[in-house]
Structure formats: C-alpha cells, structure tokens
T-cell receptor, first 110, second 115 residues
Framework: DTAVSQTPKYLVTQMGNDKSIKCEQN?????MYWYKQDSKKFLKIMFS???????INETVPNRFSPKSPDKAHLNLHINSLELGDSAVYFC?????????FGQGTRLTVV | GENVEQHPSTLSVQEGDSAVIKCTYS??????FPWYKQELGKRPQLIID?????GEKKDQRIAVTLNKTAKHFSLHITETQPEDSAVYFC??????????????FGKGTLLTVNP
C-alpha cells in the first residue's frame, strides 16, 4: 500500500547511456516533484509538476526530461549520463503542505 | 528565491540530553516550515511542521519554534534516544499548494545520539 513508489531502487550504468526512473503516487495529490540528493546529503529540487503541467525547473540540464502522463505519474528520463549525475533521486508528491517521498533511486554512473 | 540555512551540520549528544537545530530563511512570504527526518538509506519523512501563524508547536519529545520577525525556526528534541540518530532537514515554502508550492530544504544536520 505504498503511497509514493519509484523504480528502480538501484541503477548502475555507464557514462553516455540513457536511463529512466519511474514514479507513481496513489495519494490523489496534484503536485509531484523530483529531488536530487548528492553525496553530501543536500536535497535539491529539480522539477515540480502540478496536474501534469511543469511548474518549476531549477536550472537542470536539458539532458534531464521529466514526463507526466497523468497527475499520478512523474517519470524522469536522463540522456547521455555523466559521472556527476551519480546521486539518489527522490520523487515526492504533495497536495498542499506535507511532501511524501518515494524510497529513492540510487543512480551510479561508472 | 528562497534560501534556507541550517546549523549545525553535525551534532553529537549523549542519550537523554537535548538537541537543538536552527534554521533561517530569506523569503518573508514563506509560511510553512516542516522538519524531515532521514534515517540512513531511507526516505525523508515529516516529523513536525509549523505554519507562520503559530509561534510554537510540540509533539511529545519534539518541539518547533518560529520567529517570523527574525526569520528563524528551530527544532528541539528532548530526552534524546539512540533511535533519534539521523539526518534532520528543515524546509520552508511559500504558497498553500498547487502552482505556488515549492519546498526549499536546508543542508541537513547529522544528529548522533551516543548511548
């Protein structure tokens, strides 16, 4: 009965590859996010979507392309992966205040 | 945009002692201030939050205070236990949801409670 679920949990890939992370929430929330947590544990917002519409894009490189087919899903596609993309990526959703996070996807680029 | 500063970055206390983590924010329009706890390898989870129309809120051993004038808010944990060991994040947001909603996080505090 997971509220926010993202897959995969772990992703190891070579530089230059393209990969996707999927996120789904069953809370009926209107707003979904992608956050990046680097090795120093800093949580930085990447994207925010409200009812499938992009609201916030925090100067993320064009290689990152979010897609929201409906308000319950927000997927993240990353092209031409670089070593610096290695991090934990968290999906989250909210309705007005509290943000609920997915379990995270640990991306390692080698 | 909003900027949230959090101190200290690491905090080590003895079991039973109190722990205080402080945050400041820059945007006077921010009106919602949650605190998240992230255990090692886990997702961040909300532990307590406060809105700008309230100065203090308490939930058992955890309390949060807010000073809107000074743009400060703090997390207080009393009678700390080893299971309180985690990274704690403060955050601030403007708007009440939808297109205006954005959570900006502090850089986190690694709290270690020594038995």
């Amino acid at each position: 009965d997971t509220a926010v679920s993202q897959t995969p949990k772990y992703l190891v890939t070579q530089m230059g590859n393209d990969k996707s992370i999927k996120c789904e929430q069953n809370l009926g929330h209107d707003t979904m996010y992608w956050y990046k947590q680097d090795s120093k544990k800093f949580l930085k917002i990447m994207f925010s979507y409200n009812n499938k519409e992009l609201i916030i894009n925090e100067t993320v490189p064009n290689r990152f392309s979010p897609k929201s087919p409906d308000k319950a899903h927000l997927n993240l596609h990353i092209n031409s992966l670089e070593l610096g993309d290695s991090a934990v990526y968290f999906c989250a959703s909210s309705q007005s205040t509290e943000a609920f996070f997915g379990q995270g996807t640990r991306l390692t680029v080698v | 945009g909003e900027n949230v500063e959090q101190h200290p970055s690491t905090l080590s206390v003895q079991e039973g002692d109190s722990a205080v983590i402080k945050c400041t924010y820059s945007d006077s329009a921010s009106n919602y201030f949650p605190w998240y706890k992230q255990e090692l390898g886990k997702r961040p989870q909300l532990i307590i939050d406060i809105r700008s129309n309230v100065g203090e809120k308490k939930d058992q051993r955890i309390a949060v205070t807010l000073n809107k004038t000074a743009k400060h808010f703090s997390l207080h944990i009393t009678e700390t236990q080893p299971e309180d060991s985690a990274v704690y994040f403060c955050a601030a947001s403007t708007g009440s949801g939808g297109s205006n909603y954005k959570l900006t996080f502090g850089k986190g505090t690694l709290l270690t409670v020594n038995p």
